[in-house]
């Protein structure tokens, strides 16, 4: 997949991107109620295996090359109190997925699944919401690239996360903007917050 030029290429809807396939999941669905065991015996396998269908576009969805990717940066905002830690443990915890001591690396041993971390310019965090635009357009532009380029074709099935003090906060700004309702309803606690900083949050 080519790389995003400008913000507005990518706004209006002129980035090929890989659609799902309603036609494979049906058939995916179909062949579900033709195996030898009772229908939706499998319980939410079954939905996956449909769902993996439509998005591989075969009938029997295959996982031979399955990857985690996490994705590390630091937010502007985080320096508003709106964390129970420092940025500095966004550096810590990139550490620790680096070495395999952290969760998501046992996770992914026992599923046999590849992880790879990304950092992206932690010494440099983006800037404070509150005050401002979190980043420019071309800040926008280099971090979706990087995104981009993290995934390849020879990935069968990619799961993604996130790490990043003051992530929390950005993610609640950001369904805030998109889906409305209060702003409270999409404030959490993030990790470790008191009452009175999630208030502030």
Known sequence: MSKVTDIDRFFHGKVTIPRFDHTFANKAKDLQKQ??????SLGKLEELAIWMAGWQKQIKPTIHNPYCLIFAGNHGVSNKGVSAYSPEVTFQMVENFKSGKAAINKICELNEIN???????????TADISVGPAMNEMEFVESFNIGLS???????????GEM???NTTIASALCYHFFNNEVSSWVGPGTGSTQGQIIHK
């Open 115 to 125: 992880l790879e971390v990304i950092p992206i310019d932690l010494d440099k965090p």
């Open 164 to 166: 990043g003090i003051g």
């Open 35 to 40: 195996l030898t065991k009772p229908i939706g």
């Open 150 to 160: 993290a995934v390849s074709e020879s990935m069968d099935l990619v799961t993604l």
